[in-house]
């Protein structure tokens, strides 16, 4: 159903710092580089933007979150072991999410600018 999430950040080279690598171990590719955005698309066709607002200053959305979809349980763990490596913050550290072990698996961080993400796999190990 979702096919683009955008997040607005304050400094554009400094978050692709941070997502760059990110993008890189979920096998994502740059679809754009512009000066005020950036949009990573993944292999099913989804597109992940980040960039200046076009009106006012970036700011965090309280209660917003994306998700990032991962195709193992060791991609989730390679992929929250990196944001923290590149200054993220903790939001929620990897492993099973509610009472089915086979079911969600996932790890919350925050990116340099404060904004919520999960990276995810539903499904067994």
Same mark, same amino acid.
């Given at each position: 159903?979702?096919?683009?999430?955008?997040?607005?950040?304050?400094?554009?080279?400094?978050?692709?710092?941070?997502?760059?690598?990110?993008?890189?171990?979920?096998?994502?590719?740059?679809?754009?580089?512009?000066?005020?955005?950036?949009?990573?698309?993944?292999? +099913?066709?989804?597109?992940?933007?980040?960039?200046?607002?076009? +009106?006012? +200053?970036?700011?965090?959305?309280?209660?917003?979150?994306?998700?990032?979809?991962?195709?193992?349980?060791?991609?989730?763990?390679?992929?929250?072991?990196?944001?923290?490596?590149?200054?993220?913050?903790?939001?929620?550290?990897?492993?099973?999410?509610?009472?089915?072990?086979?079911?969600?698996?996932?790890?919350?961080?925050?990116?340099?600018?404060?904004?919520?993400?999960?990276?995810?796999?539903?499904?067994?190990?």
């Amino acid at each position: 159903m979702l096919t683009t999430a955008r997040y607005g950040v304050r400094d554009l080279a400094r978050a692709r710092t941070f997502y760059d690598p990110i993008a890189q171990l979920l096998g994502a590719v740059l679809a754009y580089d512009r000066p005020d955005m950036a949009a990573y698309k993944g292999a +099913e066709g989804g597109m992940f933007l980040i960039g200046k607002p076009f +009106e006012g +200053e970036a700011s965090v959305g309280n209660g917003s979150q994306m998700g990032f979809a991962a195709p193992s349980r060791a991609l989730v763990d390679a992929v929250y072991a990196k944001a923290i490596e590149l200054g993220g913050k903790c939001g929620g550290a990897p492993g099973v999410r509610g009472p089915d072990p086979n079911g969600f698996y996932g790890a919350y961080f925050r990116d340099l600018d404060g904004n919520k993400l999960v990276v995810f796999r539903m499904g067994p190990a």
